[in-house]
Every structure is written in C-alpha cells, then in structure tokens.
C-alpha cells in the first residue's frame, strides 16, 4: 500500500489477495504530516472557520461548532448519514471500497490519523467486512450514504460480515479486542466524502466487460460456422481503411476463431449476411473503444484524491472544492451500460436468426418441431433481458436534483449509474450465455466435422457442462448452466490459445 499510480491490474490483483499489505512508509509519512499540518492550524486561535473542520455541514457549513465538539462532530456525520437503503453491496464491492478509500486517504491531502488508515486496513486484510446497503447516494459529496455504512464499524456501530454472517460491529471489535476509533477533526468527512461506490463498481464492471468483449468476438464466429456466414466483412483490409482500433480488434479475433474451418470452404447461396453477422466487428469495436476510454478516467480515480476539503501541507492551504463530484465517473458509467448492452443487444439478433430454420437448420434447433419447441423460449428470455436493458440505458447522469437545501444543486447520480450497469452485465451475461449455447446445437447439428479448430475446443468444453438437446426439457438448467461455464471463472476465452 504505497503512494506509487496503480493501474487497475494492480487494483485487482490486490483485491484476489487475502492479504493487501501494510503500508508502506510513504504513505505512512504524507498522513501524518498532514494530519499534524491540520491540527497545528486548529489550535492557532486565530484562524476562521474551515468547512466540516469546526463547522456543520452542507448549508449548515455557516454553523460555527466550538473546539471542545469537534470528535462529536465528526461522529455525528457518519451515524447521521448511513441512510443507505436497498439490496447490500455485493462484498468484493466493498473489498474494492475499502481498498480504493485506503488508497485515497494515504496521498495525504485528508487529515486523518494514521490509526484510521491502518484500521481500514486491518479490516481488509482479515477480510472483516461492512454491511453496505447500495441505495442512498446522489454521485456528489461524494457517496455519502454508502462510505458512511463502510465506516461505521470504525467507532463500532453498524455491521460487520463475519465467516458469512452479519454481526453488530460492537460484537465483532469486542472479540477481537480492537477498541473504537476516537475520530479527530475532519476525519468523518474524509471518509464518506469520496466516489469509491462509483469507482468499485466501474473497475469491477470493467473486469467483467473485459471478458464480455472476449465472448462476443468468440460468440460471433461461432455463429458465423453454424449459419455458414461469409468471412469477408471480418477481412483486414475492410478495417484498414476505416482505422477503428476497437473494430480492428473484434475482427481480428473473428479471423483467428474461424481460421483452418472447413465450412468456411463451403459455397454459400446468400451474397451478404445479416447486419448482426456482417457488422459485428463495428459493434463490438465500438464498445471496446468505450471501454478503453472508462479505463483511463477510472484508473485516474484510482488515484485520486476525492474528499473535501484538501489539505495542502506544503503550501500551507487548506481549500475547499469539489473534487468529490462523481461526474466524471457518472458519464462513463453510463456510457459503459450502452456500451454493454450493445454487445447483447447484437448477440440476440444472431440468436434470432439461427433459429430461423433457414442454411439447413431446422427451426428452433429441434428435431420434430411443433411437438418440441427447441431454443424457441430461450430466445424470449434474452429478448427480454435485452428489452430491459434499454429501459436501464437512460443516463442517468442526465439527471439532477436538489439536496441539502439547495446547497448541493447539482448531482451526477453516478451511484445510481453503477448500480443499473451491474444489472446491465448481470442481462448480457445471460443473453450471451443463450447465443453460445444456440450456436453449439447449431453446430452439432451440421453435417460433417468442419467446425475451426478453437471453436471446436469450446464446443467439447461447453458440452461437459451442458448436453445437446434432442428433445425438450427442462432449459433452464442448461442457460445457467452456460453462463456459469463462460463467466464463471477468472480466464477470457482467446483465439490465441
């Protein structure tokens, strides 16, 4: 736990750990001496009022609160702001939380003891973690509701998951002899000022769209083998001269899935395939560019420092600002969720058409149609899913409200854009998860042997896991069953191997 730029490799390589580490001396030394820095200037009798220091907060920062009720008041901002609501945050979230506060807190621009940091610390590295409802913030001040649930176990109060089960924090630090933080000054606002509920969930929906990207190429050309589709719109050349990386990309995994195929030998009656066969590359390429861009302004949160106000110990300032406003992050998750739903969006429409009954395939993949109804339903649960995820694309950054009595007058819901795209992946998981295994009957449906070789590969790992459906039965084993086989694990499928 250093002061070094963390790219989100590291982030996630951390967060597999059991054990993140101490921290490092650096880290250590900027958080003492800002914290001295801050109270040598309350104790100079003759400075003013500092925001959330020694006043109240929000349109009660005109408040004065005398030096005698400083802790209480920074008690006060952590019991009175966990209002969080909602289904709880999934808990490699909150490991996520805790890792990026801690990261944030250690640059040394918040004026929190070093107790404090190292007992956050503690309570990731013993994988004790808090109960943190997932409703509540408004994307600016920070996700004041949210870090305030993370935090309450440091002054023992809220709740704590303990081998599954959820404790009182006040059960858990008695047991384990760890006395409550007695806050100082700021210190409550340091921690629930900051976008780490955003950021959590944006890195780690990264993580998962990386192998969504990964699925999509893959899923793509092995509906291409089943629906005897033409190779060219996937050449380099047509990609050349466009000069979309993204596209350039998708395409290229295309060729390396399809190469050495023997049905890619075959004559093909139609002259153009479909859009959702035909423009994959420039689909999929477009959502990997989004991708890419959601990478660099993530990875740059993750170094950031996002409470209020800074303190600026070399330059003798302590300034108030807004660098807790989760705009940045609101924007990109947001476009993030389009970005996702796109890939699904697409794998549904090839999902439709394989079950079309057209290139020799019977309709809805099923000997004896009529009396068996095949992948017919499966295919109106993706469309559902898909239908449902362009109700969640409406941006929610789009939108603001007025809180704390016109004080805060303008919000990036940036909470409430991470949240509806963790249920965007959670729908384009699954309706992937329906184009793979349609793709597989499909094939195993072909005359002949001729599917590429690394399709080949998938098909018989796929059919370990889920069997070919000669007549009907119960399915949805079988669509859980896929989406467990290709998300699952931590690997990407690659064309490469």
């Given at each position: 736990?250093?002061?070094?730029?963390?790219?989100?490799?590291?982030?996630?390589?951390?967060?597999?750990?059991?054990?993140?580490?101490?921290?490092?001396?650096?880290?250590?030394?900027?958080?003492e001496?800002?914290?001295?820095?801050?109270?040598?200037?309350?104790?100079?009798?003759?400075?003013?009022?500092?925001?959330?220091?020694?006043t109240?907060?929000?349109?009660?920062?005109?408040?004065?609160?005398?030096?005698d009720?400083?802790?209480?008041?920074?008690?006060?901002?952590?019991?009175?702001?966990a209002?969080?609501?909602?289904?709880?945050?999934?808990?490699?979230?909150?490991?996520?939380?805790?890792?990026?506060?801690?990261?944030?807190?250690?640059?040394?621009?918040?004026?929190?003891?070093?107790?404090?940091?190292?007992?956050?610390?503690?309570h990731?590295?013993?994988?004790?973690?808090?109960?943190?409802p997932?409703?509540?913030?408004?994307?600016?001040?920070?996700?004041?509701?949210?870090?305030?649930?993370?935090?309450?176990?440091?002054?023992?109060?809220?709740?704590?998951?303990?081998?599954?089960?959820v404790?009182?924090?006040?059960?858990?630090?008695?047991?384990?002899?760890?006395?409550?933080?007695?806050?100082?000054a700021?210190?409550?606002?340091?921690?629930?000022?900051?976008?780490?509920?955003?950021?959590?969930?944006?890195?780690?929906?990264?993580?998962?769209?990386?192998?969504?990207?990964?699925?999509?190429?893959?899923?793509?050309?092995?509906?291409?083998?089943?629906?005897?589709?033409?190779?060219e719109?996937?050449?380099?050349?047509?990609?050349?001269?466009?000069?979309?990386?993204?596209?350039?990309?998708?395409?290229?995994?295309?060729?390396?899935?399809?190469?050495?195929?023997?049905?890619?030998?075959?004559?093909?009656?139609?002259?153009?395939?479909p859009?959702?066969?035909?423009?994959?590359?420039?689909?999929?390429?477009?959502?990997?560019?989004?991708?890419?861009?959601?990478?660099?302004?993530?990875?740059?949160?993750?170094?950031?420092?996002?409470?209020?106000?800074?303190?600026?110990?070399?330059?003798?300032?302590?300034?108030?600002?807004?660098?807790?406003?989760?705009?940045?992050?609101?924007?990109?998750?947001?476009?993030?969720?389009?970005?996702?739903?796109?890939?699904?969006?697409?794998?549904?429409?090839?999902?439709?058409?394989?079950?079309?009954?057209?290139?020799?395939?019977?309709?809805?993949?099923?000997?004896?149609?009529?009396?068996?109804?095949?992948?017919?339903?499966?295919?109106?649960?993706?469309?559902?899913?898909?239908?449902?995820?362009?109700?969640?694309?409406?941006?929610?950054?789009?939108?603001?409200?007025?809180?704390?009595?016109?004080?805060?007058?303008?919000?990036?819901?940036?909470?409430?854009?991470?949240?509806?795209?963790?249920?965007?992946?959670?729908?384009?998981?699954?309706?992937?998860?329906?184009?793979?295994?349609?793709?597989a009957?499909?094939?195993?449906?072909?005359?002949?042997?001729?599917?590429?070789?690394?399709?080949?590969?998938?098909?018989?790992?796929?059919?370990?896991?889920?069997?070919?459906?000669?007549?009907?039965?119960?399915?949805?084993?079988?669509?859980?069953?896929?989406?467990?086989?290709?998300?699952?694990?931590t690997?990407?499928?690659?064309?490469?191997?």
């Amino acid at each position: 736990m250093d002061l070094n730029w963390w790219t989100l490799e590291d982030v996630w390589r951390k967060l597999l750990s059991e054990h993140v580490g101490e921290l490092a001396d650096d880290a250590k030394e900027a958080i003492e001496k800002c914290y001295g820095f801050l109270q040598e200037t309350i104790a100079n009798a003759d400075e003013g009022a500092i925001y959330g220091v020694n006043t109240g907060f929000g349109d009660l920062a005109h408040t004065r609160v005398d030096n005698d009720s400083l802790q209480t008041l920074q008690r006060n901002i952590l019991v009175s702001h966990a209002c969080g609501v909602g289904e709880d945050v999934p808990q490699l979230i909150v490991r996520a939380m805790l890792l990026l506060k801690i990261k944030s807190l250690s640059k040394g621009h918040s004026g929190v003891q070093l107790v404090t940091v190292e007992r956050l610390l503690t309570h990731l590295n013993e994988g004790v973690l808090p109960v943190v409802p997932s409703q509540g913030s408004l994307g600016a001040s920070g996700d004041l509701a949210p870090l305030s649930h993370l935090v309450l176990p440091l002054i023992g109060e809220g709740e704590l998951v303990v081998d599954g089960a959820v404790v009182p924090a006040s059960t858990v630090l008695k047991a384990k002899g760890w006395d409550p933080i007695e806050l100082g000054a700021k210190e409550g606002l340091a921690l629930i000022n900051g976008t780490q509920l955003m950021l959590g969930y944006g890195i780690m929906a990264v993580q998962r769209m990386d192998k969504i990207a990964a699925w999509a190429d893959a899923l793509c050309a092995w509906s291409l083998e089943a629906w005897n589709g033409r190779p060219e719109p996937f050449d380099a050349s047509i990609h050349e001269v466009r000069n979309h990386k993204g596209a350039q990309e998708s395409a290229a995994n295309i060729r390396h899935w399809i190469k050495d195929s023997t049905w890619q030998e075959l004559p093909r009656e139609q002259v153009q395939d479909p859009y959702s066969f035909r423009c994959s590359p420039q689909v999929h390429g477009a959502s990997r560019h989004a991708l890419g861009i959601a990478r660099e302004v993530f990875e740059n949160e993750v170094n950031a420092v996002t409470d209020n106000p800074l303190i600026f110990p070399e330059s003798g300032r302590i300034l108030s600002g807004g660098n807790f406003h989760g705009q940045p992050l609101a924007l990109q998750l947001d476009q993030l969720a389009l970005a996702a739903h796109e890939w699904g969006s697409i794998s549904e429409r090839r999902t439709f058409k394989l079950l079309s009954g057209k290139h020799g395939l019977p309709p809805f993949l099923v000997s004896n149609p009529g009396l068996n109804s095949g992948y017919m339903i499966p295919q109106y649960t993706a469309a559902s899913l898909v239908s449902q995820n362009k109700q969640l694309c409406m941006p929610a950054s789009s939108d603001t409200i007025d809180s704390s009595n016109g004080q805060e007058d303008h919000v990036s819901m940036g909470a409430n854009a991470a949240l509806k795209l963790w249920r965007v992946l959670d729908n384009v998981e699954q309706v992937l998860a329906v184009e793979c295994l349609v793709a597989a009957q499909a094939c195993d449906l072909k005359e002949g042997d001729g599917l590429a070789p690394r399709l080949a590969k998938l098909q018989d790992s796929l059919r370990k896991e889920v069997p070919f459906v000669a007549e009907d039965c119960f399915m949805q084993p079988l669509m859980l069953g896929a989406r467990d086989w290709m998300f699952g694990g931590t690997a990407s499928p690659s064309p490469e191997n």
